[in-house]
């Protein structure tokens, strides 16, 4: 494998300068933490939510750059985002780990860069992290609640 | 006499193979190590010369394949130094060798008001097993801590046996993650002081391939090997035991193979060591084991010891002074093992492997399956550079230059 075909410019700038990265949010309204045992990523993530939308998103955590800088371009992707939106848009995400491509690529923002982590299965987890954690985090706040852990375990 | 790992390398087919162009530098053997040419003859040889089932057949084919499988057999307990052939009970593994004693020993044998202690340096292997059976029975299980300077803290190891009722000790013989080589004597001591009837089970899974062990002079009950990380195939490993230690314990798997008689009324289970045989063995594995001992021997395991305990003496120096590297284990070359675990300043072990393996350089990252250490250390995950036979100074370069460039790459 090459370094650049994984590593892109833009995603080392997310993991050198990542953006809406704080441990805390005013008004949160959710916080999800997921973590990903096998390779020590850990991952958290708090939402506030106003008029069904997305007002503020920040993430913290532990973890190799690919999962941390999926995590950055994630928060620039969803923010301001209505609900039901930003799940499309993380299943569209999703899907591009598996090797469909973007329907939404514009919307994805930084986001389909990662497109090239797919070919590199052990990775593909570490970019789902913070996609998967605001999946659960919109999610339960719908179900009206405010906390959720979640553990991959394979 | 030392190690010529020119000489060596040629044995190895897959250290021969370039990675975009550069040699393969393997420092992974803490994980599994790579197999000689004469181990992979030795399979290959069973199967097309000796191929049919063993302990059964009354044709010559067979008679020579059961012949050959226990000649493993008491090779391996040679090798090993084994109490007697008897105690040599093949496996699949070092962790299905503790399975078994921790089925046909512990959970039979103790119950609440007892305790098994092990230690937090423990590979899961020997972690999970007396979790598992603590649980299920009400045994307490104890956990020895580690100190600062990556030794068990000898000390609270006192106090954990001081009420007498620890009446198991597992302990590891060498840490896969710190390379740290465990005094077993002195620590066996402490538990018999507290409880002569103690029982202890040594995982000897990265001892066993780097140094010379004598398991009878150890005076253990049991003694866990694997026989990928020892220049053998995957999927063989052993339970060295006291024969009289397995004549005591009902068997772990039950089966064809590990019975004298059998009707609807009864079973008589066979003799030690088949009686904890069931179904057909891991004959080709045995026979690759067998090789991979005498390749051992042949290099002279004093000589093995002696060859890492310099290398590894030259690993943590460079190290040592390399910027932003930090080693998790003991500095002392005699008092620990060539795997070594480090964390590079501002660069993730998964992105630093992933850097490595561009440079050819093979390392492993993660939790190492050990994660009441990892707990321990404050990270989640490490790399870890691990030695063999095959690996010289030559190596060093790859693996700096690589961190180097990590360091570069991913600097913030
Ligand atoms: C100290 C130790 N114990 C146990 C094991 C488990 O070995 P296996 O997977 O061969 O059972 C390992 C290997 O990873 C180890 O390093």
């Known amino acids: 494998m090459t370094m650049d075909d994984l590593y892109q410019e833009i995603i080392l700038d997310h993991y050198r300068r990542p953006k809406n990265r704080a441990p805390a949010l005013d008004g949160e ?63 569209d995400f999703r899907l591009l780990m598996h090797g469909t491509p973007a329907t939404r690529p514009d919307d994805l923002r930084d986001g389909v860069v990662f497109e090239g982590v797919a070919r590199f299965p052990v990775r593909v987890k570490c970019a789902l992290l913070g996609w998967m954690a605001v999946r659960d985090a919109i999610e339960t706040y719908l179900a009206g609640a405010s906390d959720h852990a979640v553990t991959y375990d394979d | ?40 003859d030795a399979m290959d040889g069973y199967y097309r010369r000796l191929r049919a089932n063993v302990e059964r057949g ?17 090779r391996l307990a040679a090798f090993v130094g084994a109490p007697s052939p008897d105690g040599v009970v093949f496996t699949r593994n070092v962790t299905e060798a503790i399975n078994l004693v921790a089925y046909s020993w512990v959970r039979r044998r103790l119950g609440p008001g007892d305790a098994v202690l092990t230690t937090a340096m423990e590979h899961h292997a020997n972690f999970v097993p007396w979790w598992h059976a603590a ?21 609270a190891m006192g106090h954990l046996l001081a009420d007498g009722r620890v009446r198991f000790l597992a302990l590891g013989h060498v840490s896969n993650v710190l390379g740290t080589i465990n005094p077993l004597s002195e620590l066996i001591a402490l538990a018999r002081a507290a409880n002569p009837e103690v029982v202890v089970l040594v995982d000897g899974a990265q001892a066993v391939p780097h140094l010379p062990v004598d398991v009878a002079a150890l005076d253990v009950d049991f003694y866990g090997i694997t026989g990928h990380k020892m220049l053998g195939p995957t999927g063989i490993g052993a339970l060295i035991a006291k024969p009289e230690r397995l004549e005591q314990m009902p068997p772990f798997l039950t089966g064809g193979s590990m019975i004298l008689d059998v ?6 289970w066979n003799h030690p060591p088949h009686r904890f045989e069931a179904g057909t063995p891991m004959i080709a594995e045995a026979f690759g084991l067998h090789a991979a001992c005498d390749v051992l021997d042949e290099l002279g395991m004093d000589v093995v010891r002696a060859h890492e305990r310099e290398l590894v003496a030259t690993f943590l120096d460079a190290l040592g002074a390399a910027d932003g590297v930090t080693v998790y284990g003991p500095t002392d070359p005699e008092q620990r093992s060539g795997a070594i675990s480090f964390a590079v300043d501002g660069v993730h072990p998964h992105d630093l492997g992933a ?22 250390l404050g990270v989640n995950a490490t790399a870890r550079a691990s030695l063999y036979v095959y690996n010289d100074v ?11 460039a990590a360091r570069r790459f991913f600097a913030r």
């Not at chain 1, 997305?54 to 913290?60: A, N, P, Q, T």
């Not at chain 2, 393996?357 to 707990?375: N, Q, T, W």
Request: hydrophobic share 40%; glycine share 6%; aromatic share 4%.
């Open chain 2, 263 to 268: 009707s609807a009324e009864h079973v008589v």
């Open chain 2, 58 to 74: 009354v044709y010559r084919l067979s008679e020579e394949a059961t012949a050959r499988y226990e000649a493993s057999r008491h």
């Open chain 2, 135 to 155: 649980q299920d029975t009400g045994v307490e299980l104890r956990v020895v801590p580690v100190r600062e300077d990556f030794h068990l803290d000898v000390e």
């Open chain 2, 355 to 376: 850097m490595l393996d561009s440079y050819g350089v093979c390392i492993r990252v993660g939790h190492h399956c050990a994660k009441p250490l990892m707990r321990w």
């Open chain 2, 394 to 404: 030559d190596d060093l370069a790859p693996l700096l230059e690589g961190i180097e």
């Open chain 1, 29 to 91: 309204d959710v916080h999800v933490h997921h973590s990903n045992p096998l390779c020590g990523d850990e991952l958290d993530l708090r939402l506030r939510v106003r008029d069904g939308r997305i007002d503020g998103l920040v993430f913290d955590g532990e973890g190799c750059s690919i999962s941390q800088a999926s995590a950055s371009a994630m928060t620039d992707a969803v923010l301001e985002r209505d609900l039901d939106d930003a799940l499309e848009l993380a299943e």
């Open chain 2, 1 to 40: 006499m030392t190690i010529d790992v020119a000489t060596v390398r040629k044995q190895y087919p897959t250290l021969q193979q370039e990675v975009d162009g550069r040699r393969l530098v393997y420092l992974d053997s803490a994980a599994s190590s790579q197999t000689p040419e004469a181990v992979l």
